[in-house]
């Protein structure tokens, strides 16, 4: 089984629905992230969890939320889907003492 | 934005062909890091070269790091049709928040 996973893999909305992205880990990293990844532009990050109760904004974290519901689960949700919110999401995680990223497999998300 | 820049954005060579991809970044940082993706997926770390190293090698990988300039160099050698993917450098700028700043990456392909 995959030590990084991300539900739905694909998903289509429309404008103005209220969405969740969810990822789950069994690496016991204390540290997940969340990207997002437009054409050309490569991975911009949107919310970082250090621990349950440690939750920071990224580079671009409007029209975001995010639940840190356990070590093992840190879901995305946007509250009012908007058109140029369609990307790839991905979820990633680190432990404390490790230097790199271990990512999901991807959401594809379209708003209509 | 801190995000760094790849060049070239596309590169495409034969089997057997070396391929360098050259990575630009703003800021100090504590290392830096390449990431693999094939399409359309998660990123898959490759290697790691810290502020105080100049060059790594990793099987056919070789990483040079020139803090100086603020660039990074990625070689693959002897390429493979497998090798076709896009290829990100991320930059660590250290301190508590533990972050990764992605650039826009290069697309590699390979032709048998």
């Known amino acids: 089984d995959a030590d990084v996973t991300q539900t739905p893999r694909n998903r289509i909305t429309k404008t103005g629905k209220r969405i969740m992205l969810e990822c789950s880990q069994t690496?016991?990293?204390?540290?997940m992230y969340w990207y997002r990844q437009d054409p050309g532009l490569g991975l911009r990050l949107i919310y970082y969890s250090f621990d349950v109760k440690d939750i920071n904004k990224g580079e671009i974290s409007d029209g975001y939320s995010v639940s840190r519901q356990a070590q093992a689960k840190f879901s995305l949700s946007l509250e009012s889907a908007i058109p140029n919110q369609t990307a790839l999401y991905f979820c990633?995680?680190?432990?404390?003492?490790?230097?790199?990223?271990?990512f999901g497999p991807g959401t594809r998300l379209l708003v209509l | 934005s801190q995000q760094g820049e790849e060049d070239p954005q596309a590169l495409s060579i034969q089997e057997g062909e070396n391929a360098t991809m050259n990575c630009s970044y703003k800021t100090s940082i504590n290392n830096l890091q390449w990431y693999r993706q094939n399409s359309g997926r998660g990123l898959v770390h490759l290697i790691l070269i810290r502020s105080n190293e100049r060059e790594k090698h990793s099987g056919r990988l070789r990483v040079t790091l020139d803090t100086s300039k603020k660039s990074s160099s990625l070689l693959i050698t002897a390429s493979r049709a497998a090798d076709t993917a896009s290829y990100f450098c991320?930059?660590?700028?250290?301190?508590?928040?533990?972050?990764?700043?992605f650039g826009k990456g290069t697309l590699l392909t390979v032709n048998p």
């Open positions: 990633a995680t680190k432990g404390a003492d490790e230097e790199t990223q271990y």
């Open positions: 690496k016991g990293h204390d540290r």
């Open positions: 991320a930059q660590n700028s250290g301190g508590s928040n533990y972050k990764l700043t």
